[in-house]
């Protein structure tokens, strides 16, 4: 079933550059048709756990809303697209931004920068019909009380059937994959100690979903070393 997403599911697809603001804070370039990466789903930790920043590493919070695929399928057109949706998931895509920014120098995949263990929080399973206009949702994401991250899906550069149709005639799809929407602006970083809470919302502020961890520092496992 694809609410067990986190048991069961066999990729998370991650969305680059998908807020305009995002992209400005970076300084990165606005992609012509969505743009993606993998991260392990052995990244995933439950709400109410512990993120682990790696020694040397400065990792950084980019909160999302997440998409659960139901039906899996091959070249799915945006007008089926809804159709393989079985619902949605608030999450954090963890971010080692410096080992990211150094690979990204050389030309290197950003598979290590995103897939630490600990480094996709995730929200409980929400299922479709709760969610009415997934473009009309709110973002938001806190540090010890500070809202860091708060911003509308509105503000998506793809919207959903436009990223189910890519990511797909390129892979398939899977029962239980997860698709990451991209980030608004405001990311940063975070440090052992530091509280997180985040919420997924209506326009109405009537919250749908919340997702809190505690960051702290990893014992042992790898060491970033600047080049």
């Not at 991650?14 to 606005?30: C, Q």
């Not at 608030?90 to 931004?97: K, W």
Request: net charge neutral; with cysteine; aromatic share 6%.
């Amino acid at each position: 079933m694809a609410s067990q997403f986190v048991k069961n599911g066999k990729k998370i697809v991650a969305i680059g550059r998908n807020y305009a603001d995002h992209i400005k804070e970076l300084k990165n370039a606005a992609p012509k048709e969505p743009f993606f990466f993998l991260k392990p789903t052995s990244s995933y930790v439950l709400s109410g756990g512990k993120v682990e920043i790696p020694q040397g590493i400065v990792a950084h919070h980019e909160v999302e809303l997440g998409l659960v695929i139901g039906k899996g399928g091959r070249d799915i057109s945006q007008a089926d697209a809804e159709s393989h949706i079985a619902g949605y998931a608030l999450a954090v895509d963890m971010t080692a931004r410096n080992l990211q920014d150094q690979v990204k120098k050389r030309g290197l995949p950003w598979s290590a920068a995103k897939g630490f263990d600990t480094f996709t929080p995730i929200g409980s399973f929400i299922p479709k019909k709760t969610v009415a206009d997934p473009h009309d949702l709110r973002l938001s994401l806190e540090i010890n009380g500070n809202v860091k991250q708060d911003g509308s899906t509105g503000d998506m550069i793809f919207r959903i059937p436009r990223l189910i149709e890519h990511i797909s005639s390129i892979m398939t799809l899977e029962e239980g994959d997860l698709i990451l929407t991209g980030t608004p602006a405001g990311v940063g970083p975070l440090t052992a100690g530091d509280i997180v809470k985040c919420a997924l919302s209506k326009s109405s502020g009537e919250k749908i979903a919340t997702l809190d961890f505690t960051a702290v520092t990893r014992q042992g496992g790898y060491s970033f070393k600047p080049e």
